[in-house]
């Protein structure tokens, strides 16, 4: 069936994983407060621990993930004409035509026009 319109969807994942990582620490601060101080009776609801324990380590992976996909949007954004190079673009990002060919350069496979399955 090659005879189909080839739609593309971009978005920014990297935005996602920020809100993630906000709300993950920001929930891991509050069960924080719940937490006895030395020498206190612990009174924090059961599970409360491991809950803490659960946020505190989706909020660093989710950190991670935040890093890795500003990078790959970075370089996939350069290798886009339609992304990068629209008329004022470069008035715009201040990144000249040149850099951006070195920039997707650098990405090597991460800017070929494949599918992320097909690879």
């Known amino acids: ?15 996602d994983h920020a809100r993630a990582t ?3 620490s920001r929930t891991c601060g509050e069960l924080e407060t719940l937490a006895p101080s030395s020498g206190e009776e612990d009174t924090a609801p059961i599970g409360t621990r491991s809950d803490h324990r659960s946020y505190a380590t989706s909020s660093v ?3 991670g993930a935040f890093i890795e996909a500003c990078g790959n949007e970075f370089i996939l954004t350069a290798s886009r ?3 990068a190079h629209v ?3 470069e008035a715009r990002t201040g990144v000249q ?3 951006r060919q070195r ?9 070929k026009e494949s ?3 097909e690879r």
């Open 97 to 99: 035509l040149d850099e």
């Open 22 to 24: 906000s709300s993950l």
């Open 1 to 15: 069936m090659d005879n189909g319109v080839p739609i593309w969807v971009w978005h920014y994942f990297s935005l």
């Open 81 to 83: 004409d339609d992304l």
């Open 103 to 111: 920039i997707t350069a650098a990405g090597g496979d991460l800017s």
């Open 61 to 63: 992976l989710a950190s």
């Open 87 to 89: 008329e004022g673009a």
């Open 115 to 117: 599918r992320t399955l």
